[in-house]
């Protein structure tokens, strides 16, 4: 559907306005767009109904508003602005303060570089505050404008926007899987190496992701537990359900990690057996050469003395000598299995 134009920011840059999009629900059932310029003035909890507010967190106007007209608790204010957080769910008061984290799917970005997503929830608001689009919130956002999602309160729209969270993060670990695969078939069949950097690299995103994948299980845990006051038993169960999904990811994003580590460890075996080879393709070289080295030295010394120096046949007679001792040498390497 068309976006409005109070619906604004659908892929803004940090500097960009500090509302984005929100929401009224009437305790009808009616919903309606929330005007920006209507609201600003005000504070942030509706006197009837309740709201779901989106913002763009490094806005200067975001922060000037969430202390001077929301009218909301300086801790939660605090928490919602934090720069650096990990997924965590705490209960505070009348509500619960939840730091998520979802795939970036914006242009020129890694998808391992996952977006926070900090939402402050009550009985009568929704507050979610992001640094960069995220792509599960707006399609949250676009089945609440096309009604999808029936009978709406505080609670189905964090499992709704928890639930879309997971769904854009099963494709990535899915394919780091497939890359996986792709590693091992080469380690198998083909005759070339590994390539080192693409390794690293893939190893790196999984242990990005991970550092992540792991907080928001147990944010899931904690939410259903301290969100009780906002969740039905359906949405504590379906919760259940996407909490259990982050488990079974953080459980493959273990297996995977573990598949990289050994393909590491062939990787380094792989290596030390081609120093290995070149070390001793040297060390029959050398001494292939050595005893040689050694003859032709002694002869060629410019001292008097040196045995037939003055004989025509003395220069061929240390090249056949020469030869032979190669040939024994050789024969000698062979017979041992050097060569």
């Given at each position: 559907?068309?976006?409005?134009?109070?619906?604004?920011?659908?892929?803004?840059?940090?500097?960009?306005?500090?509302?984005?999009?929100?929401?009224?629900?009437?305790?009808?059932?009616?919903?309606?767009?929330?005007?920006?310029?209507?609201?600003?003035?005000?504070?942030?909890?509706?006197?009837?109904?309740?709201?779901?507010?989106?913002?763009?967190?490094?806005?200067?106007?975001?922060?000037?508003?969430?202390?001077?007209?929301?009218?909301?608790?300086?801790?939660?204010?605090?928490?919602?602005?934090?720069?650096?957080?990990?997924?965590?769910?705490?209960?505070?008061?009348?509500?619960?303060?939840?730091?998520?984290?979802?795939?970036?799917?914006?242009?020129?970005?890694?998808?391992?570089?996952?977006?926070?997503?900090?939402?402050?929830?009550?009985?009568?608001?929704?507050?979610?505050?992001?640094?960069?689009?995220?792509?599960?919130?707006?399609?949250?956002?676009?089945?609440?404008?096309?009604?999808?999602?029936?009978?709406?309160?505080?609670?189905?729209?964090?499992?709704?926007?928890?639930?879309?969270?997971?769904?854009?993060?099963?494709?990535?670990?899915?394919?780091?899987?497939?890359?996986?695969?792709?590693?091992?078939?080469?380690?198998?069949?083909?005759?070339?190496?590994?390539?080192?950097?693409?390794?690293?690299?893939?190893?790196?995103?999984?242990?990005?992701?991970?550092?992540?994948?792991?907080?928001?299980?147990?944010?899931?845990?904690?939410?259903?537990r301290e969100g009780r006051p906002l969740l039905e038993e359906d949405q504590g169960l379906h919760l259940r359900e996407t909490a259990d999904r982050i488990t079974r990811i953080a459980e493959e994003l273990d297996s995977i990690r573990?598949?990289?580590?050994?393909?590491?460890?062939?990787?380094?075996?792989?290596?030390?057996?081609?120093?290995?080879?070149?070390?001793?393709?040297?060390?029959?070289?050398?001494?292939?050469?050595?005893?040689?080295?050694?003859?032709?030295?002694?002869?060629?010394?410019?001292?008097?003395?040196?045995?037939?120096?003055?004989?025509?046949?003395?220069?061929?007679?240390?090249?056949?000598?020469?030869?032979?001792?190669?040939?024994?040498l050789l024969g000698l390497l062979k017979w041992h299995r050097w060569i």
């Amino acid at each position: 559907m068309p976006v409005s134009p109070i619906e604004r920011n659908d892929h803004s840059e940090p500097n960009a306005e500090a509302f984005i999009f929100g929401f009224e629900f009437k305790p009808d059932g009616m919903i309606d767009r929330i005007d920006w310029s209507k609201i600003k003035p005000t504070a942030a909890c509706p006197t009837s109904g309740w709201r779901w507010l989106h913002f763009n967190r490094l806005a200067a106007e975001t922060r000037e508003w969430l202390e001077s007209s929301s009218d909301l608790d300086e801790t939660v204010i605090s928490a919602l602005l934090a720069t650096e957080t990990r997924p965590r769910c705490a209960a505070y008061e009348d509500g619960v303060l939840l730091n998520l984290r979802g795939i970036n799917h914006n242009p020129g970005a890694e998808p391992e570089d996952m977006i926070s997503v900090r939402i402050w929830a009550t009985r009568n608001l929704v507050i979610s505050m992001r640094s960069y689009p995220v792509r599960a919130v707006h399609e949250v956002r676009e089945e609440v404008s096309s009604g999808q999602l029936d009978a709406l309160s505080p609670g189905s729209l964090l499992v709704a926007i928890a639930d879309k969270l997971v769904d854009k993060i099963e494709p990535v670990v899915e394919q780091l899987k497939d890359e996986a695969d792709e590693f091992e078939e080469q380690l198998l069949t083909s005759k070339r190496h590994l390539p080192a950097i693409p390794l690293a690299e893939f190893r790196s995103t999984i242990l990005v992701l991970r550092r992540y994948i792991l907080p928001q299980r147990d944010a899931m845990v904690q939410l259903q537990r301290e969100g009780r006051p906002l969740l039905e038993e359906d949405q504590g169960l379906h919760l259940r359900e996407t909490a259990d999904r982050i488990t079974r990811i953080a459980e493959e994003l273990d297996s995977i990690r573990d598949r990289a580590a050994v393909l590491q460890d062939q990787l380094s075996g792989q290596r030390q057996e081609q120093l290995n080879r070149r070390l001793l393709a040297l060390s029959i070289i050398s001494a292939f050469f050595l005893p040689m080295t050694f003859l032709t030295g002694l002869l060629g010394m410019n001292l008097a003395g040196i045995p037939y120096n003055q004989e025509p046949w003395s220069f061929g007679a240390v090249v056949g000598l020469t030869a032979v001792l190669g040939i024994g040498l050789l024969g000698l390497l062979k017979w041992h299995r050097w060569i």
